[in-house]
T-cell receptor
Framework: AQSVTQPDIHITVSEGASLELRCNYSYGATPYLFWYVQSPGQGLQLLLKYFSGDTLVQGIKGFEAEFKRSQSSFNLRKPSVHWSDAAEYFCAVGATGGYQKVTFGTGTKLQVIP | ETGVTQTPRHLVMGMTNKKSLKCEQHLGHNAMYWYKQSAKKPLELMFVYSLEERVENNSVPSRFSPECPNSSHLFLHLHTLQPEDSALYLC??????????????FGPGTRLTVL
């Protein structure tokens, strides 16, 4: 069974600073990988996903993530954070065989300070 | 309405009450999901329906009873809940349950409080 770890529960960055949120996964093959964002009072929204091809994936809102097989990681990055990026971010891993079972991490809450 | 909608957005109920959560997707998707989101815990998949047939039931207590009358609607019937069932209940849908790379589209959730 797959699993995903987000080691940082809470991160605080200054507006305009760069951001990197960590995600490590465990899966026996190349997985499907996702980053979702959840704003307060809202459901989850997909930022980006990886399932094959180029290991650097571009998403919405200026986010990108890089799949590193050797490190079993899929870290999310943004070069310059905006106050509106304050939210909770979830990494998820999906199985590539059989049905669509997606396992979510515990989330990283991002605080942006002026 | 667009996307995935959920009603009610907030619900407070006693342990002896019976209530239902409703989810509707306007995306033409074939699969629908119920998740439970509790503080400091990963999203817990509760139920999955594909083409109105239940395909996943993750050892959820019988006090939660899902219903999928058609591919656009999903209900979660609640009865004799416990305080530990208080959480945010999220509904999601995806185009095809069998394809793991399909994005799931989430509703805003129902914040449930059990007294």
């Amino acid at each position: 069974a797959q699993s995903v770890t987000q080691p940082d529960i809470h991160i605080t960055v200054s507006e305009g600073a760069s951001l990197e949120l960590r995600c490590n996964y465990s899966y026996g093959a190349t997985p499907y990988l996702f980053w979702y964002v959840q704003s307060p009072g809202q459901g989850l929204q997909l930022l980006l996903k990886y399932f094959s091809g180029d290991t650097l994936v571009q998403g919405i809102k200026g986010f990108e993530a890089e799949f590193k097989r050797s490190q079993s990681s899929f870290n999310l990055r943004k070069p310059s954070v905006h106050w509106s990026d304050a939210a909770e971010y979830f990494c998820a891993v999906g199985a590539t065989g059989g049905y669509q079972k997606v396992t979510f991490g515990t989330g990283t809450k991002l605080q942006v300070i002026p | 309405e667009t996307g995935v909608t959920q009603t009610p957005r907030h619900l407070v109920m006693g342990m002896t009450n019976k209530k239902s959560l409703k989810c509707e997707q306007h995306l033409g998707h074939n699969a629908m999901y119920w998740y439970k989101q509790s503080a400091k815990k990963p999203l817990e998949l509760m139920f999955v329906y594909s083409l109105e047939e239940r395909v996943e039931n993750n050892s959820v207590p019988s006090r939660f009873s899902p219903e999928c009358p058609n591919s656009s609607h999903l209900f979660l019937h609640l009865h004799t809940l416990q305080p530990e069932d208080s959480a945010l209940y999220l509904c999601a849908s995806s185009q095809d349950f069998s394809r793991g790379y399909n994005e799931q589209f989430f509703g805003p959730g129902t914040r449930l409080t059990v007294l």
